[in-house]
């Protein structure tokens, strides 16, 4: 008998609602640097800015925790009735056993008796079962409730943030805020305060009566509990490294098979198949080793643990049998069976104590992040008097506006245009010149640091986000589709939207014969982020969801990929439909949206260096007759490359999908006539960088 021996029979019933492994099992941190083997270039590397896992207990983390459990206040407080219950239910089962062997049995009394103090006994297990059921019933409802609002409140609060916000934090940090930290405050919520309480209760109600009876020994078990906890951490910690190690070994693991699966393309086209099998090979065996050696420590560690346990129930015997025996004190031997009962239920929260102080820890680290995400403020938000737009004529206008991401370093310096209702505004320039800054500042993504971008006359610092938004219709390169079908992708631009409009948006583009001729028509499935769409099918749902939300003003990033000529041909012409009648602003990458454009706006390091029409641009011979030539060269090289390699090209299509032999005037010297390839654009502008966020 002994804390460690008898705590499946009487003691640690009190086990937490939640029973996912060992913290240690769970827990993700850094490992130790000598374990873990070289890595070729393929492998995931170790995040090193890794966030703590742990953090001291914080009373206003836990008040602000406990505010959540507000709502659910009835079933809270019931939990705390049954918690006060068991503290007292389990030492007194302890003292009934006691009673029943010191009392009936040790004095060879009725055989009724002990029936009578069996039947007690039983009543009382029963009953300490009841009270079990609801409080472990009760935590696991509140700490569901509690993180459904936590996720919920996460969940709304990043929908609100600004694209600054996205760009600057990484997504697998917003995941894990959402997973594994609020999975860490559930089980501080519904284990570990509970779990604590009853283990706590349940160690003063034993004290209280072993005090009673003798108050020397208690001294000594009292004595004794700092050591065994002391000891008991110190194991855990041993533990929790070798499982650290295990957890890192696996996470690398994972990454690498997610990796391998996701590039196998990579993998296969560049003949990388044994290499990357060997890798994974030298992982797996990597992984092996840390599980046996964390196992092992295990095998070695929790008999030492209950060796010390028992070593103690030791010495309280020889200091028990002693008291006894000793004719000057002669304590009577039945006390001496409470005591020891009573002992039991006192050390046994000692090791359940010890683990749900480190998930305390654990969730305390949780509780940091997930509090300090839902209180970070947006840079920026609609002002308090801001007013609605009213239906918009479509006039833009950029007013001496400088742009910063970071404030002390300008990307953007003092640009000034005017975009008429329904004209097209193409905008042009090397990579990192500043086109997408310019749309991200139309989409009112950010703010500009000076100056004003005004729609129909009113500052953007005015008026509403979502009134401006409702009016707007954004396209972007890489095209965005949700798990779902085409008719719930189109509809995103407008949810009101009818079949029949939804049809009307794909009728208008010219394109409905293509989506009608997919397997399921407009009910056909995309996958996942429109995987099982070809390139330009992707292209067209987009072009539908921002034709059937009617916008006023359209913003277009064109994609860059190569695509067949044909469909190539279908998806210019419904882009001239989705543009005709709308302010448009198109980071262009076909000569024929940049011709076909009212005004092109030409980007070099933030600022506009030339603008014009198209042919007045050409006529200048300045930086765009220079950017255009580059153009057609990129164009020259990159085919010629193909050629060489006897592949199938990807000007294949560009030479007879685009737009035809470039103005005499803008070839490269000794080249003959050359297309555009969408493909090849030097001057393409990318995906803006808000677009895929912290990737
Ligand atoms: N989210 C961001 N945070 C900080 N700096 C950024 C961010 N996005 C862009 N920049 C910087 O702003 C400058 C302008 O970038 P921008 O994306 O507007 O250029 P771009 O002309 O659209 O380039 P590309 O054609 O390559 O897409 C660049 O120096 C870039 O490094």
């Known amino acids: 008998m ?42 995931p590397r170790r995040d090193d800015d890794r966030e703590p896992d742990k953090r001291p207990l914080d009373l206003r983390l836990i008040t602000r925790l406990l505010s959540y459990t507000r709502p659910y206040a009835f079933k809270r407080n019931v939990l705390f009735v049954c918690v006060f219950l068991r503290a007292f239910q389990l030492p007194a089962i302890a003292w009934t056993i006691g009673a029943v062997i010191e009392g009936p ?34 935590a696991l409802e509140l700490g569901e409730a509690v993180i459904h609002d936590l996720r919920n409140a996460i969940f709304a609060h990043l929908q609100r943030m600004p694209m600054s916000f996205f760009s600057k934090t990484k997504i697998g940090r917003i995941i894990s805020r959402v997973t594994s930290d609020c999975e860490a405050l559930r089980v501080g919520v519904q284990d570990v305060l509970f779990v604590t309480l009853v283990g706590v209760g349940q160690m003063m109600v034993a004290a209280s ?32 490294g070798a499982y650290r190690v295990v957890q890192e070994s696996f996470s690398r693991l994972t990454a690498t098979l997610a990796e391998s699966i996701a590039g196998i393309r990579v993998t296969q086209g560049f003949v990388r198949e044994e290499l990357n099998t060997k890798l994974f090979r030298d992982l797996l065996a990597w992984h092996g080793e840390n599980v046996v050696k964390a196992a092992r420590m295990e095998g070695r560690l929790l008999p030492l643990l209950e060796l010390s346990s028992q070593s103690f129930i030791v010495a309280l015997l020889l200091i028990g049998g002693y008291r006894v025996l000793d004719p000057d004190i002669a304590k009577p031997a039945g006390e001496l069976i409470y005591f020891f009962f009573l002992a039991n239920i006192f050390f046994s929260p000692i090791q359940i104590l010890g683990n749900q102080y480190n998930q305390a820890l654990t969730a305390m680290a ?23 737009l009213p239906p918009l004529a479509g006039k833009v206008e950029f007013q001496g506006v400088s742009f910063g991401y970071d404030p002390a370093r300008p990307v953007l310096h003092d640009i000034d245009f005017t975009a008429e209702p329904g004209q097209s505004i193409a905008l042009v320039g090397r990579t990192g010149s500043g086109k997408s800054s310019i749309i991200n500042l139309i989409a009112r ?3 500009p640091q000076s100056g004003d971008v005004k729609f129909d006359g009113h500052s953007t610092r ?70 099982q769409l070809s390139l330009g099918q992707r292209q067209l749902v987009c072009f539908a969801r921002a034709m059937v939300a009617q916008p006023r003003i359209l913003i277009l990033d064109e994609a860059t990929s190569s695509i067949d000529t044909l469909t190539e041909l279908r998806i210019q012409r419904s882009l001239a439909k989705l543009l005709a009648g709308r302010t448009s602003f198109v980071v262009a990458h076909r000569l024929s949206t940049i011709r076909d454009a009212s005004l092109v706006l030409v980007l070099e390091q933030g600022k506009i260096i030339e603008r014009g029409t198209h042919d007045q641009l050409v006529a200048k011979r300045g930086e765009y007759a220079s950017l255009l030539a580059q153009f057609a060269r990129g164009a020259q090289i990159v085919e010629a490359l193909h050629i060489e390699r006897n592949q199938p090209t990807m000007l294949e299509s560009a030479t007879t999908h685009v737009e035809g032999p ?27 960088s808000d677009a895929n966020p912290s990737a």
Request: proline letters at 6%; hydrophobic letters at 40%; one cysteine or more.
């Open 2 to 43: 002994g804390p460690g021996t008898t705590s499946n029979t009487i003691a640690s019933s009190e086990l937490p609602a939640s029973s996912k492994g060992t913290p240690e099992k769970t827990a993700v941190a850094s490992a130790s640097e000598r374990a873990i083997p070289k890595l070729s270039i393929t492998a």
């Open 445 to 447: 993504f950010y703010r």
């Open 366 to 388: 949780g509780a940091e992040r997930v509090f300090a995400l839902l209180d970070e403020k947006p840079e920026w938000e609609d002002a308090p008097d801001a007013h609605d």
């Open 209 to 240: 009566v072993m005090l009673y009876y003798d108050w020397a020994m208690f001294s000594v078990v009292a004595a004794i509990s700092p050591v065994l906890w002391v000891v008991n951490q110190y194991f855990r910690k041993q533990l929790s």
């Open 462 to 531: 005015e008026i509403t986000g979502d009134s401006l938004h409702h009016q707007m219709g954004i396209v972007l390169q890489q095209n965005f589709l949700f798990t779902g079908t085409i008719r719930e992708n189109i509809r995103l631009g407008r949810p009101s939207a009818t079949d029949e409009e939804v049809r009307q948006a794909l009728v208008d583009l010219d394109c409905i014969d293509l989506m009608e001729s997919l397997p399921s028509g407009l009910d056909t499935q995309v996958g996942e982020r429109g995987a």
């Open 662 to 688: 470039l103005p005499q005037e803008v070839q490269t010297a000794g080249s003959p006539p050359a297309t555009i390839a969408p493909s090849v654009t030097p001057a393409a502008m990318t995906e803006p």
């Open 105 to 138: 049995i040790a004095g060879h009394a009725e055989f009724s008796s002990i029936l009578a103090g069996a039947l007690g006994l039983l009543l009382l297990a029963g009953s300490t079962q009841v009270v079990f059921h609801f409080r472990q019933r009760l």
